[in-house]
């Protein structure tokens, strides 16, 4: 019983983003981080990092614990792919790349699926993956995967939230309520 609560408590994330919803006055200790080609907004814990790049109509947006250098890396944080028009960029309707995507998932040299989940909410398609990642050169990680289909508009949104796995539940406790209260414009 305690791990079909705990698997419920896991997959909130997966099933309550917001959809064109006014930004309300943000939770303690987070101010809302607007994410403009995006059309979105996330919640950035107090010292945390913001930067964007990439190219108009698939940027990349990453919150993260550190300051980021020009390799992209990080220990703890969330990183935000948006790709518009996902068909034209993959070959693919945003939907079918999402699941083939996360198919893969997890499934990598040291990695071990800790958790699985897909839904359709609409127009919204959704697949989860937490998994745990141990490559041999380095500390173990924990990573949290959501790949959000708008099959309306044709926009994946890509979502990583990870951190050492030393650090996982309280990392977690910040990436879980970032995950959870993100905003998306159901019409991008």
């Given at each position: 019983?305690?791990?079909?609560?705990?698997?419920?408590?896991?997959?909130?994330?997966?099933?309550?983003?917001?959809?064109?919803?006014?930004?309300?006055?943000?939770?303690?200790?987070?101010?809302?981080?607007?994410?403009?080609?995006?059309?979105?907004?996330?919640?950035?814990?107090?010292?945390?990092?913001?930067?964007?790049?990439?190219?108009?109509?698939?940027?990349?947006?990453?919150?993260?614990?550190?300051?980021?250098?020009?390799?992209?890396?990080?220990?703890?944080?969330?990183?935000?792919?948006?790709?518009?028009?996902?068909?034209?960029?993959?070959?693919?309707?945003?939907?079918?790349?999402?699941?083939?995507?996360?198919?893969?998932?997890?499934?990598?040299?040291?990695?071990?699926?800790?958790?699985?989940?897909?839904?359709?909410?609409?127009?919204f398609h959704k697949w989860t993956v937490r998994y745990r990642d141990a490559p041999p050169d380095a500390d173990?990680?924990?990573?949290?995967?959501?790949?959000?289909?708008?099959?309306?508009?044709?926009?994946?949104?890509?979502?990583?939230?990870?951190?050492?796995?030393?650090?996982?539940?309280?990392?977690?406790?910040?990436?879980?309520?970032?995950?959870?209260?993100?905003?998306?414009?159901?019409?991008?």
């Amino acid at each position: 019983m305690l791990r079909i609560i705990v698997l419920l408590l896991l997959a909130l994330p997966a099933i309550a983003q917001k959809y064109d919803a006014k930004l309300t006055n943000p939770p303690a200790g987070f101010a809302w981080q607007a994410l403009p080609d995006g059309k979105a907004a996330a919640l950035l814990p107090a010292g945390w990092y913001y930067r964007a790049e990439g190219q108009k109509g698939a940027p990349t947006y990453y919150l993260t614990q550190e300051q980021i250098g020009e390799s992209d890396e990080f220990q703890t944080g969330l990183s935000l792919q948006v790709v518009r028009k996902a068909t034209a960029h993959t070959k693919r309707a945003a939907a079918a790349y999402a699941e083939l995507l996360m198919m893969r998932t997890g499934f990598g040299r040291g990695q071990q699926v800790l958790e699985k989940a897909a839904s359709v909410e609409g127009q919204f398609h959704k697949w989860t993956v937490r998994y745990r990642d141990a490559p041999p050169d380095a500390d173990p990680r924990i990573v949290y995967q959501l790949a959000l289909a708008n099959a309306k508009t044709d926009t994946l949104y890509l979502l990583t939230f990870e951190s050492p796995e030393k650090d996982w539940s309280e990392a977690w406790q910040l990436g879980e309520l970032m995950i959870r209260e993100l905003v998306l414009d159901a019409r991008q």
